[in-house]
């Protein structure tokens, strides 16, 4: 899908604060006139998004992935389980021909990968230990604090760009993890200050354990599904599978089952 068309519907995404997804593919192969099989790629420990609840992969990112392209003419052969950092390299491998995994459309990696319309829109929490004496307002405040985010993630992002390189916080401070779980484990077990989460996912969290949200860090993100360059005959394919999705309901049934948004 070209850029334009995806900047557009972001901009109305933005304009009355509610979220659409469509999902493109790459890398599927079949006869003439025979369902295609795609395979998607995620990366558990991500809560509502994607997560492991006994034993079984379950989520926002993963029911939505489900029904879109159960709406269309591909059908899904399976998940494969990876970090974070290795779904972009095992995309453009041809490992997984599709990831969904809270995945923030930005330029960096609009240069590796395309992505579909955003699904949804986010900022950054800022995550401290509730019994805690830290009580921060502001990205300053966290001078010289310990901090941890997962890798490759916006949260990550904000640390490196926004605290490291301003010299708020010295590179020795960051912890970075494999995934945002093994990062709230650290947080309560003291090991650091402070992490930076998706707003959504924070949430997720605090609401079963002893950490709150210090203050919302504004980034105005949106998740996208990553997919190989260049298919735009197939993005549209399941864009129209998207669209059925988004008339029938199933939509904001999934975002109201995740999220409590009706």
Not at 18 to 43: F, I, N, R
Not at 66 to 94: D, H, Q, R, T
Request: glycine share 10%; net charge negative; charged share 25%.
């Amino acid at each position: 899908m070209p850029r334009e068309a995806r900047v557009d519907r972001r901009r109305y995404l933005q304009a009355i604060g509610g979220t659409v997804a469509t999902l493109s593919v790459a890398g599927c192969q079949s006869g003439s006139g025979d369902s295609q099989t795609l395979t998607a790629g995620t990366a558990p420990g991500f809560p509502p998004f994607e997560m492991k609840q006994d034993g079984e992969l379950v989520g926002f990112d993963v029911e939505l992935l489900e029904a879109v392209i159960a709406a269309s003419e591909y059908e899904l052969s399976g998940w494969e389980e990876l970090e974070f950092k290795s779904l972009i390299p095992a995309l453009n491998n041809g490992n997984v021909d599709v990831v969904a995994a809270g995945m923030t459309i930005n330029d960096d990696r609009d240069e590796a990968i395309d992505f579909s319309d955003p699904y949804y829109s986010s900022n950054q929490a800022i995550v401290v230990r509730e019994s805690g004496s830290f009580s921060p307002s502001s990205l300053d405040d966290l001078s010289g604090a310990t901090v941890g985010a997962q890798k490759g993630t916006t949260g990550e992002s904000v640390i490196k760009d926004q605290l490291i390189e301003a010299g708020t916080v010295p590179e020795s401070n960051y912890n970075a993890y494999g995934n945002y779980v093994l990062a709230v484990e650290d947080l309560l077990n003291e090991n650091v200050d402070v992490i930076i989460i998706d707003v959504p996912v924070a949430n997720s969290f605090v609401a079963d354990r002893p950490i709150e949200s210090a203050f919302v860090h504004e980034t105005g993100e949106q998740f996208g599904f990553g997919v190989q360059s260049g298919n735009d005959e197939l993005a549209g394919a399941l864009n129209s599978g998207l669209t059925t999705v988004e008339d029938d309901g199933t939509y904001r049934d999934l975002t109201e089952k995740w999220f409590g948004q009706k």
